[in-house]
């Protein structure tokens, strides 16, 4: 309505600015306004099914008539011409704002600017006017008659196409609602037709009602046959066929269709004829049972934990079994006489409740049975056991498999940690290690609810495989720098190589100096990087980051693990072997380059901080632990400075110094500092010799 309110306002204030215009300038004129007496009497603004106008004029012509007969009247036919001319043109302008003004109306029409159109617009076909509309110059016939045909049109035409092309995804919410309902109403047939059969449980008094439920089940079984189940998609030669005409022909050729044809026979018409009690008329409704069964088997498909639904299901069978033969003892005990004798029911107490612990009793062979007495009575309670044997011990055995199925992985799961314990202890291996393996075994099912995630998706196609993969580790793969630079393409070759590995706290994961053979992802915990000494951590490392990536990288003499590397709680790994990381390397330079680069980055990093510790090992220790005299040196001491045997003590064969004499201990022998900085010149020594070690 607002919509239309503004439109009007757009549409109608500028016609009516000329109006008054017209208006204004006529009371100017001397000559008679074309509004006046005679032009408005005479003038017609006629507007036909095409929008024109055409405009008659009798007053015109009279005019030139009476300018015919006396020319005397010149003054006053000239006037006449001039007006005439005027109102032509205001008639002419009149036109073309009512042209404007209908052309605008039809666009508006065609094209209904409300949110729902525009999204219908790109499935139903553009809405056409049925009749053009009819224009008036009243203003609100423009506007208001075209607006209310083109809603209801509109809503026609949705449902119309709702009706002709929905197509119902078999696996879809809406089907398997619908599929409930179905299944419902099934079985409230088949609870009720032989419970109302064979008990007295239908009184004119609350028939009605019965009635009532019957035929919202029944209403339910037609809507299932005529819109639900001919709309149902299917696959066909791998792909989906939604053509409405080849879906019901599809439906038509199942046996369900015979089936739901079958299940809804109006037999119950002859109730007229035998009595609205006959229920049993209405047994064609147990034809849809397969219903009901395709509604579990949905339902199994959909669910992520089936098996509650599966043993509901079998119990389900169970009770109905029970639940017929109930009604099975009643016919028969009110065949024989309700408390004719022992064997039938007495009539005492509620009798449905009476029947069915009957029936309970004889299908499980539970408790004592009142003893048949006549033939006929033998023969019922034998087919009873029978069912109860055969039957019952089917569905029985069918609730153990499903019971063993669902604890199937848990069961092989204790299975191998009893073994696993078991050979542990036959071994004598030590208590802390047993109870390592154990805490390994319980964190690693807490964690993964399997032993051996990476075999679980070994039967599914490649492609599906890896999507699976990402879609799992995405998480984890988003953070890890290695893989947010490189290619897709390596990301989803290397995602499926990943292993997963739990550590314990306190294991080491890498040992410095080892070969690598493969490198690690850390999915959930945190690792250290162990420096020089245990308690020194050069880096701690969290969820995303990649290590012992070093080693693997072919660099020339940095094939060993640079670092220990230890789990500091429980930590969830991604380990991708030597193997497949160079394969997929080969084909990725740009990712091998990235590698290496951080390699080295992390191999400058250590090497720095080596330098720093060693710097400080210097800075901590100026002063060498005292120097004991040694032989050479006491002899030295005593031995005059100049004297032959003093430099063949010093120098040897050779008789003069080598290099700096300043650096030479023996010569200064009195030099304190030389003596007393030996040791730590020595160090200073070694740790260039193991920091160029580590940089090479
Ligand atoms: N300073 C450091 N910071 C972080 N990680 C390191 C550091 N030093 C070594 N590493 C990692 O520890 C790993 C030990 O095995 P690699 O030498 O194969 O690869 C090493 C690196 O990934």
Same mark, same amino acid.
């Given at each position: 309505?607002?919509?239309?309110?503004?439109?009007?306002?757009?549409?109608?204030?500028?016609?009516?600015?000329?109006?008054?215009?017209?208006?204004?300038?006529?009371?100017?004129?001397?000559?008679?306004?074309?509004?006046?007496?005679?032009?408005?009497?005479?003038?017609?603004?006629?507007?036909?099914?095409?929008?024109?106008?055409?405009?008659?004029?009798?007053?015109?012509?009279?005019?030139?008539?009476?300018?015919?007969?006396?020319?005397?009247?010149?003054?006053?036919?000239?006037?006449?011409?001039?007006?005439?001319?005027?109102?032509?043109?205001?008639?002419?302008?009149?036109?073309?704002?009512?042209?404007?003004?209908?052309?605008?109306?039809?666009?508006?029409?065609?094209?209904?600017?409300?949110?729902?159109?525009?999204?219908?617009?790109?499935?139903?076909?553009?809405?056409?006017?049925?009749?053009?509309?009819?224009?008036?110059?009243?203003?609100?016939?423009?506007?208001?008659?075209?607006?209310?045909?083109?809603?209801?049109?509109?809503?026609?035409?949705?449902?119309?196409?709702?009706?002709?092309?929905?197509?119902?995804?078999?696996?879809?919410?809406?089907?398997?609602?619908?599929?409930?309902?179905?299944?419902?109403?099934?079985?409230?047939?088949?609870?009720?037709?032989?419970?109302?059969?064979?008990?007295?449980?239908?009184?004119?008094?609350?028939?009605?009602?019965?009635?009532?439920?019957?035929?919202?089940?029944?209403?339910?079984?037609?809507?299932?046959?005529?819109?639900?189940?001919?709309?149902?998609?299917?696959?066909?030669?791998?792909?989906?066929?939604?053509?409405?005409?080849?879906?019901?022909?599809?439906?038509?050729?199942?046996?369900?269709?015979?089936?739901?044809?079958?299940?809804?026979?109006?037999?119950?018409?002859?109730?007229?004829?035998?009595?609205?009690?006959?229920?049993?008329?209405?047994?064609?409704?147990?034809?849809?049972?397969?219903?009901?069964?395709?509604?579990?088997?949905?339902?199994?498909?959909?669910?992520?934990?089936?098996?509650?639904?599966?043993?509901?299901?079998?119990?389900?069978?169970?009770?109905?079994?029970?639940?017929?033969?109930?009604?099975?003892?009643?016919?028969?005990?009110?065949?024989?006489?309700?408390?004719?004798?022992?064997?039938?029911?007495?009539?005492?107490?509620?009798?449905?409740?009476?029947?069915?612990?009957?029936?309970?009793?004889?299908?499980?062979?539970?408790?004592?049975?009142?003893?048949?007495?006549?033939?006929?009575?033998?023969?019922?309670?034998?087919?009873?056991?029978?069912?109860?044997?055969?039957?019952?011990?089917?569905?029985?055995?069918?609730?153990?498999?499903?019971?063993?199925?669902? $604890?199937? @992985? %848990?069961?092989?799961?204790?299975?191998?940690? /009893? #073994?696993? *314990?078991?050979?542990?202890?036959? +071994?004598? !291996?030590?208590?802390?290690?047993?109870?390592?393996?154990?805490?390994?075994?319980?964190?690693?099912?807490?964690?993964?609810?399997?032993?051996?995630?990476?075999?679980?998706?070994?039967?599914?196609?490649?492609?599906?495989?890896?999507?699976?993969?990402?879609?799992?580790?995405?998480? $984890?793969? @988003? %953070?890890?720098?290695?893989?947010?630079?490189? /290619? #897709?393409? *390596?990301?989803?070759?290397?995602? +499926?190589? !990943?292993?997963?590995?739990?550590?314990?706290?306190?294991?080491?994961?890498?040992?410095?100096?080892?070969?690598?053979?493969?490198?690690?992802?850390?999915?959930?915990?945190?690792?250290?990087?162990?420096?020089?000494?245990?308690?020194?951590?050069?880096?701690?490392?969290?969820?995303?980051?990649?290590?012992?990536?070093?080693?693997?990288?072919?660099?020339?003499?940095?094939?060993?693990?640079?670092?220990?590397?230890?789990?500091?709680?429980?930590?969830?790994?991604?380990?991708?072997?030597?193997?497949?990381?160079?394969?997929?390397?080969?084909?990725?330079?740009?990712?091998?380059?990235?590698?290496?680069?951080?390699?080295?980055?992390?191999?400058?990093?250590?090497?720095?901080?080596?330098?720093?510790?060693?710097?400080?090992?210097?800075?901590?220790?100026?002063?060498?632990?005292?120097?004991?005299?040694?032989?050479?040196?006491?002899?030295?001491?005593?031995?005059?400075?100049?004297?032959?045997?003093?430099?063949?003590?010093?120098?040897?064969?050779?008789?003069?110094?080598?290099?700096?004499?300043?650096?030479?201990?023996?010569?200064?022998?009195?030099?304190?500092?030389?003596?007393?900085?030996?040791?730590?010149?020595?160090?200073?020594?070694?740790?260039?010799?193991?920091?160029?070690?580590?940089?090479?």
């Amino acid at each position: 309505m607002e919509n239309i309110y503004r439109f009007k306002k757009r549409m109608v204030y500028p016609e009516k600015l000329s109006l008054d215009q017209v208006t204004d300038k006529s009371s100017t004129t001397a000559a008679s306004s074309w509004c006046s007496g005679p032009l408005e009497r005479y003038t017609k603004i006629d507007i036909n099914s095409d929008s024109t106008i055409r405009v008659k004029s009798a007053n015109v012509q009279s005019d030139a008539r009476e300018k015919n007969r006396s020319p005397s009247l010149e003054n006053v036919a000239a006037t006449t011409t001039a007006n005439r001319q005027f109102i032509q043109d205001r008639i002419r302008h009149l036109v073309d704002a009512f042209s404007t003004r209908a052309q605008a109306a039809r666009e508006r029409i065609e094209t209904p600017a409300t949110p729902s159109s525009i999204s219908s617009r790109e499935t139903i076909e553009p809405t056409s006017v049925p009749h053009k509309p009819k224009l008036s110059t009243s203003e609100t016939s423009v506007e208001v008659v075209p607006q209310t045909k083109t809603k209801s049109n509109f809503v026609y035409k949705n449902i119309k196409y709702v009706l002709d092309n929905k197509i119902i995804d078999p696996n879809g919410k809406v089907y398997i609602t619908w599929m409930s309902i179905a299944a419902m109403s099934v079985m409230y047939n088949a609870w009720v037709i032989p419970l109302r059969s064979t008990f007295p449980y239908q009184t004119p008094q609350n028939r009605p009602v019965w009635m009532a439920f019957d035929y919202i089940a029944d209403f339910v079984y037609f809507i299932d046959m005529i819109l639900i189940q001919p709309r149902v998609k299917y696959l066909h030669e791998g792909f989906w066929v939604t053509d409405m005409a080849q879906l019901r022909h599809n439906y038509i050729k199942k046996k369900a269709f015979k089936l739901d044809l079958i299940s809804l026979i109006p037999l119950d018409l002859l109730y007229f004829v035998l009595g609205p009690d006959r229920v049993i008329l209405r047994f064609p409704r147990f034809f849809k049972l397969h219903t009901f069964r395709e509604f579990f088997s949905f339902v199994d498909k959909l669910l992520a934990n089936p098996y509650v639904i599966r043993i509901t299901r079998t119990l389900m069978y169970m009770m109905y079994l029970i639940h017929l033969n109930a009604c099975a003892y009643y016919a028969f005990s009110d065949w024989q006489g309700i408390g004719s004798n022992n064997f039938v029911f007495d009539g005492v107490n509620n009798a449905y409740i009476k029947c069915f612990y009957f029936a309970t009793k004889t299908a499980t062979s539970i408790g004592k049975n009142p003893k048949p007495t006549q033939e006929i009575e033998y023969m019922f309670m034998t087919f009873s056991w029978l069912m109860g044997v055969f039957v019952f011990a089917l569905l029985i055995g069918q609730i153990r498999d499903i019971i063993s199925t669902a $604890t199937r @992985s %848990k069961t092989e799961y204790r299975k191998l940690v /009893d #073994e696993t *314990l078991e050979y542990m202890r036959r +071994l004598n !291996l030590p208590q802390d290690m047993q109870k390592r393996v154990q805490m390994w075994f319980n964190y690693t099912w807490e964690t993964q609810h399997t032993l051996d995630e990476n075999n679980i998706m070994d039967c599914l196609p490649h492609k599906m495989k890896t999507d699976i993969a990402i879609n799992v580790h995405i998480h $984890t793969l @988003s %953070k890890v720098k290695l893989f947010a630079d490189c /290619d #897709e393409a *390596l990301r989803r070759e290397l995602v +499926l190589q !990943l292993k997963s590995v739990i550590y314990l706290p306190g294991d080491i994961i890498c040992k410095k100096g080892d070969v690598g053979k493969e490198m690690y992802i850390i999915q959930s915990g945190k690792v250290q990087v162990i420096g020089r000494t245990e308690n020194e951590v050069l880096a701690t490392l969290s969820e995303g980051s990649v290590f012992g990536e070093i080693s693997l990288l072919g660099i020339p003499g940095m094939n060993r693990r640079t670092a220990d590397v230890r789990s500091q709680g429980h930590s969830n790994l991604f380990v991708l072997s030597k193997a497949d990381l160079n394969s997929a390397l080969s084909h990725y330079p740009e990712a091998q380059e990235l590698l290496n680069k951080k390699a080295k980055m992390l191999m400058k990093k250590n090497a720095a901080l080596e330098r720093k510790h060693n710097a400080m090992i210097i800075i901590d220790n100026p002063t060498p632990p005292p120097k004991q005299a040694k032989l050479l040196d006491t002899v030295l001491q005593v031995v005059a400075p100049d004297s032959k045997t003093n430099r063949l003590l010093r120098y040897g064969s050779r008789g003069k110094p080598r290099g700096r004499p300043e650096n030479d201990r023996f010569k200064y022998r009195n030099s304190l500092p030389s003596i007393k900085n030996y040791g730590s010149i020595e160090r200073t020594f070694q740790t260039k010799v193991t920091v160029h070690r580590t940089m090479s």
